[in-house]
C-alpha cells in the first residue's frame, strides 16, 4: 500500500495517547488492518492480513505481550 492511499483509510488511535508516541490503526476488508506510528505518517504503514491480526490481537488479549 503506498502512502497515497492512506487518507482513505479510517485510522483510529487510543484516547489514551496524549504524547504522540502512538500508533494508529485502520481496518482493511478481510479483517486486516494497516499500523503507522502517529509521528511520522509518512513513513510505510505495516500491513497485516485477516490471519496474522487476528493471531496478533488473541496474543494480547492473552497476556503473550505482558512485561
Do not use: H, Y
Not at 492511499?5 to 500508533?23: D, E, H, N
Not at 499500523?35 to 493471531?55: C, H, I, S, Y
Amino acid at each position: 500500500m503506498t502512502v497515497e492511499l492512506q487518507p482513505a483509510l479510517l485510522f483510529r488511535t487510543s484516547t489514551r495517547c496524549s504524547s504522540g508516541g502512538c500508533v494508529e490503526v485502520a481496518p482493511l476488508p478481510g479483517g486486516g488492518a494497516v499500523v503507522r506510528d502517529n509521528k511520522d505518517r509518512t513513513r510505510a504503514p505495516l500491513m497485516f492480513d485477516g490471519q496474522e491480526w487476528a493471531d496478533f490481537i488473541s496474543g494480547v488479549k492473552g497476556g503473550e505481550f505482558d512485561f
